[in-house]
């Protein structure tokens, strides 16, 4: 991990890989426009660590001037430093707003109006990208008796009339899905800032659990993940006819998520709509991988129940009061699953998995194409026939640990031909080995629309001066 923050007796007491990855993955969006150098480094030389307080006083300075810098450049015409201005902004206010969980709940309205100041950031850069940019609403009828319909919010990317593909081709389509405290204005810089150049439309949103959903509607996380990605393909469908001039190609809709949201699009994938996938170091069982992270002398008297869930929530409260990362972790995971309690959360975890004997999976799929559904599967993966990008993170394998994800869901996409699913596991972390890719994502995009572009036959030739254009091959990829 890159050592922004090292362990130091008279400093700190731990060694703060969190903060150093949160740090990446903010410093990893420069490429995009998403950080500036200079401003991260003045920053990180100021910030206390374990300090949930000054971490957002900071961001918050900086995303505020940032944010008036660009309200200057825009409106003295200086219109592409003013859309680096507003990103880096809606990146900084993002980062200000990031402690929400950990926060008294008379302050959280406090908090979430950053959210929105972050949002309001990302829609000013919008209006100044060469891409079309499109909010929308996508319904969703939870299908539990008598729950109430949402309206999950989301960006649509679409490429500009220069960039779609020749020979009459329609527009192919990336659905984005966040990671458990992502929003869907930080997925620009993992998909959207590469897509629409490359002739493809990308959709990002906010699911239950995620994003406002969760902050403003309150609805947690579900594991039946392949729900939410059925009314995504249900929204496209109607938006593609109301919309032709779109031009989206329903029969090239392809799926990507990083971390918890490559579980959500391995989930989503096995509806036969989902022509390729791209799963970003997923998880394969959330409870099994937590409990690789925590002490075995202190779980394993809880698992066995001969100390009951007080004993784990008064020792995480404890560790709390001393460690803002493990603050976090539960406050956040609390709130995403809807867990009342610490021990709750952890035994939550549970349901996040792809056996098929633990794990919580729906038959509602209106799709007749995957009617056979939950008939002799012992595991989820056995439904995925797409092609599928399977990533790891091994730049730190006491905290990613490959082996117990990313290897598991190759060995259970049993019904992927080998020739049709491929392995990335990197290690150095410029070439992708801290979680989700952080710090490398112009990579990580490179690898995603290279996989994809070869499973929807797209082929990209060189044009004059070195210009490329798209195109596509009928017979065999390029």
């Excluded at 949002?119 to 919008?126: L, V």
């Excluded at 791209?278 to 069982?285: C, E, L, N, R, S």
Aim: charged fraction near 20%.
């Amino acid at each position: 991990m890159y050592p922004f923050f090292t362990y130091s007796p008279n400093r700190h007491y731990f060694e703060y890989k969190w903060y150093n990855l949160e740090l990446l993955r903010l410093l990893g969006a420069a490429p995009y426009g998403g950080c500036d150098a200079a401003e991260f480094l003045e920053l990180v030389a100021s910030l206390i660590p374990n300090d949930a307080d000054d971490w957002h006083r900071k961001f918050l300075a900086l995303a505020e001037r940032t944010q008036t810098w660009g309200d200057e450049m825009q409106k003295n015409g200086h219109l592409s430093t003013a859309k680096g201005a507003f990103l880096r902004a809606s990146n900084y206010f993002r980062c200000a707003q990031y402690m929400f969980p950990i926060m008294p709940a008379k302050d959280q309205p406090y908090f979430l109006s950053l959210y929105h100041r972050s949002i309001s950031s990302f829609e000013q850069a919008t209006k100044l990208m060469e891409h079309d940019v499109r909010r929308v609403r996508i319904p969703f009828q939870p299908p539990e008796y008598r729950a109430a319909p949402l309206q999950l919010p989301g960006w649509l990317h679409l490429p500009a009339q220069s960039r779609r593909l020749q020979g009459g081709r329609g527009t192919p389509i990336l659905i984005c899905i966040g990671g458990a405290d992502s929003t869907q204005e930080e997925l620009y810089f993992l998909s959207a800032a590469e897509g629409p150049g490359l002739g493809y439309a990308v959709l990002t949103f906010d699911g239950p659990g995620q994003g406002l959903v969760l902050r403003e509607d309150g609805v947690p996380l579900r594991p039946d993940g392949e729900v939410v990605v059925e009314a995504v393909l249900d929204f496209l469908a109607s938006y593609a006819q109301e919309h032709p001039e779109a031009n989206l190609d329903l029969d090239a809709i392809t799926i990507t998520g990083q971390s918890l949201g490559g579980y959500l699009a391995l989930r989503g994938a096995a509806d036969s709509r989902i022509k390729a996938c791209v799963a970003i170091d997923p998880i394969y069982d959330f409870y099994d991988l937590a409990m690789s992270r925590m002490p075995k002398w202190f779980m394993w008297p809880w698992e066995r129940n001969y100390m009951g869930d007080g004993f784990v929530d008064y020792a995480v409260v404890e560790h709390a009061k001393l460690d803002v990362a493990t603050k976090y972790t539960f406050a956040q995971g609390g709130q995403m699953f809807g867990s009342s309690n610490p021990a709750q959360m952890i035994r939550d975890m549970k349901q996040y998995t792809f056996r098929l004997d633990k794990t919580i999976t729906s038959n509602s799929s209106s799709n007749s194409n995957d009617s056979n559904r939950g008939r002799g599967n012992r595991d989820y993966l056995e439904w995925v026939r797409c092609p599928v990008l399977v990533t790891g993170a091994a730049g730190d394998p006491k905290l990613f640990l490959p082996e117990m994800s990313t290897s598991a869901i190759m060995r259970n996409l049993v019904n992927v031909p080998d020739g049709q699913k491929e392995l990335w596991i990197p290690k150095a972390w410029s070439e992708g080995g801290a979680q989700a890719k952080s710090g490398a994502w112009p990579l990580l995009q490179y690898r995603t629309f290279k996989f994809l572009d070869e499973k929807l036959a797209i082929a990209r030739v060189a044009g004059q001066n070195g210009v490329y254009e798209n195109g596509f091959v009928t017979n065999g990829y390029h």
